[in-house]
């Protein structure tokens, strides 16, 4: 048996090492000439800037991948520290465990009981917006101050835009095996002392860069896959450079990328080119210091543009670097700003809120960055892939590198099960 992957970001990486381990042979195309898709690390003025994401989690998964990848021993962990919610003029610290809870003037001790009131509330319907699941769970300053920006800030996405179906499926599992969405909460949002933010010294695409090296006899850069032709015994990937015959593709690209390559095998395409990325505008400040803690997201009512700021230097000892977030989907037209008018309102914001100087390093712009997960998002069930042609990606699964890992190990235990 033969698989082939297209795309070698951190999904079709992980999924080639899997497959490697159970003896499946594997191989693995990908467009650009550098592993890791969205996970992209650069130097900035001295500076490691991450243009993706900006951390993950040192879960088990993530320890044994790197072990495989020879890198295990270069993660970069971070402190345990507070998350913080700029509300009503200053940063207030988020309550993402019992401690935080207790001490937070985030919220009122009658919101807070209000909060601890979910279980008593109806479970979690699909039907629902994740706006209406968390106000009616939590209570509406909860969302607006804590559950929404926190949430909404993962995917730079409006929630009252955002059908629970796909958004909160993990979730709502989950709701279901703890008794209440509030332990299931906690349990994704108060696990740091298990599994701490993580980086490493060079920035997160050392992962799959090292994964790529491992594996550089199965995984073929600059060599983009330009369609999927069905075939009698499996399917045909034609690549620039040569025609590849395989049993099975794992498809792994953003969905406009694997809408035109499953044109000819796969029924429902269009929905895959009609998803939602939202927008984002990244700004990379250098500070006089930064509070301790992770970073803070801004409450909804409040008039800032920013959206987030991630305290990377805190985290990963890199001076007193940190990423600012402009954009999304509430607000899309900032891009069309100048890189000096970002830079202004990013630092300008950034002062108002910690109190601290901030001079802008780099301003970049991801024009479609993060999966929606939208009203779009239902186009989805219109798409019907072939025996043999799976998705795996960041718009049909949780988006985050441990939930990228975690896919992945679970397509490749189905894949090889097919040939024992």
């Known amino acids: 048996m033969t698989v082939g992957v297209v795309g070698a970001g951190i999904t079709g990486l992980a999924l080639t090492h899997y ?18 898709g969205v996970i992209q690390s650069q130097r900035r003025d001295g500076h490691v800037v991450e243009l993706g994401p900006q951390r993950m989690r040192a879960t088990p998964g993530i320890r044994e991948l790197a072990a495989a990848a020879g890198v295990e021993s ?39 009981l209000r909060f601890l009131a979910e279980p008593l509330t109806q479970a979690a319907q699909p039907q629902e ?42 979730l709502m599992r989950r709701e279901q095996e703890a008794g209440s969405l509030l332990s299931a909460f906690r349990q994704r949002v108060g696990s740091g002392e298990k599994s701490p933010a993580a980086s490493f010294p060079d920035g997160l695409q050392t992962l799959p860069e090292a994964l790529a090296d491992t594996y550089a006899d199965s995984v073929h850069l ?14 045909t990937l034609d690549t620039t450079t040569d025609e ?25 395409t269009d929905a895959l080119e009609g998803l939602t990325y939202n927008p984002l505008v990244l700004v990379y400040l250098e500070t006089d210091g930064l509070p301790e803690g992770l970073g803070y997201q801004v409450a909804y009512d409040e008039d800032l543009r920013t959206l987030g700021v991630s305290f990377n230097g805190a985290m990963f000892d890199r001076d ?41 390093v780099d301003v970049v712009r991801r024009d479609r960055w993060f999966p929606a997960y939208d009203q779009t998002w239902w186009g989805l069930e219109d798409v019907q892939t072939p025996e043999g042609v799976h998705l795996a990606t960041n718009y049909t699964a949780r988006m985050g590198i441990p939930s990228r890992v975690r896919e992945a190990r679970q397509l490749a235990e189905e894949l090889s099960a097919t040939t024992a």
């Open 244 to 268: 590849y015959a395989v049993d099975d593709v794992v498809v792994t690209t953003p969905a406009n990328a694997a809408a035109e390559l499953l044109d000819n095998v796969a029924d429902g």
């Open 74 to 112: 270069d993660i970069v962990t971070a402190s345990e520290g507070s998350l913080f919610v700029y509300s009503r003029g200053r940063l207030r610290e988020a309550p993402t465990d019992v401690r935080p809870f207790l001490r937070t003037d985030l919220l009122s001790w009658p919101e807070k």
């Open 320 to 360: 007193e670097l940190c990423t600012a977030f402009l954009g999304g989907m509430h607000d899309p037209e900032i891009l069309a700003e100048s890189d000096e008018r970002l830079g202004e309102i990013a630092t300008t914001e950034f002062e108002r809120a910690t109190g601290q100087n901030a001079t802008v």
């Open 19 to 36: 497959l490697r381990e159970r003896d499946v042979n594997v191989v693995t195309f990908d467009a650009r000439d550098a592993a890791g």
């Open 129 to 170: 917006t994740v706006a209406e699941v968390f106000s009616r769970k939590f209570g509406q300053a909860a969302y607006e101050r804590f559950v929404g920006p926190l949430y909404g800030g993962l995917y730079a996405s409006d929630p009252s835009e955002m059908p629970a179906k796909f958004a909160l499926e993990g």
């Open 222 to 235: 600059a060599e983009p896959v330009e369609t999927v032709e069905s075939t009698p015994d499996g399917y």
